[in-house]
């Protein structure tokens, strides 16, 4: 069985659903196939204007993914804040994230919005688990629990095999620049 098959049965059970882009006649270059919470999460109803906000604009990052429009994009060990797809620590790991920027508004600050994952393949993405950044602002460690949740939640859905690893950011996807 390869990953591709199992990941077909997960998205016929449920338990992995294709993140469609927000306009439907764009192009689909690369595809990112999100767990249930993601999911639920991407596509509303959301609890309030500021949470409806925050999640549209990591919704829109991941249209740009998914359209193949170019990405800004880190590998360790660039610290660069300007990604909006980032290869987290310890790299090996595989683990990467769809960041948003911080935003002032009328005075106010407010963190970005992550979504975390896991590469199947190369344009292939495979979103397990979203959160707001000031919940990962305490130590470092909040970070490495994300990263270890993640890796169980890949060993669960597909346990027979690695996920895409290289060493540099072309192994993971097209059509990006550097930060």
């Known amino acids: 069985m390869s990953i591709g098959v199992l990941g077909s049965a997960w998205k016929a059970d449920g338990t992995l659903s294709c993140v469609q882009h927000e306009i439907e006649s764009e192009s689909r270059v690369r595809r990112v196939l999100a767990c249930k919470e993601i999911q639920g999460r991407l ?7 500021t ?3 925050r999640l549209q604009q990591i919704k ?3 249209d740009l993914f998914i359209a193949g429009q170019v990405m800004a994009v880190r590998i360790p060990p660039s610290t660069s804040a300007k990604a909006q797809l980032a290869c987290l620590n310890p790299w090996r790991d595989c683990v990467w994230e769809f960041r ?3 935003v002032k508004k009328k005075g106010a600050f407010r963190y970005g919005v992550r979504v975390f994952g896991m590469f199947a393949s190369k344009d292939l993405f495979v979103a397990m688990r979203v959160a707001y950044k000031e919940d990962l602002l305490l130590t470092e460690r909040e970070y490495r629990r994300e990263v270890e949740r993640c890796k169980r939640i890949w060993r669960m859905l597909f346990p027979s095999f690695n996920p895409r690893f290289g060493d540099s950011a072309d192994d993971y996807l097209s059509n990006f620049f550097p930060v």
Do not use: F, L, Y
């Not at 596509?43 to 309030?48: N, R, T, V």
């Open 100 to 102: 948003t920027r911080p």
């Open 43 to 49: 596509s509303g109803p959301w609890g309030s204007g």
């Open 51 to 53: 949470e409806d906000e």
């Open 60 to 62: 829109a990052v991941i």
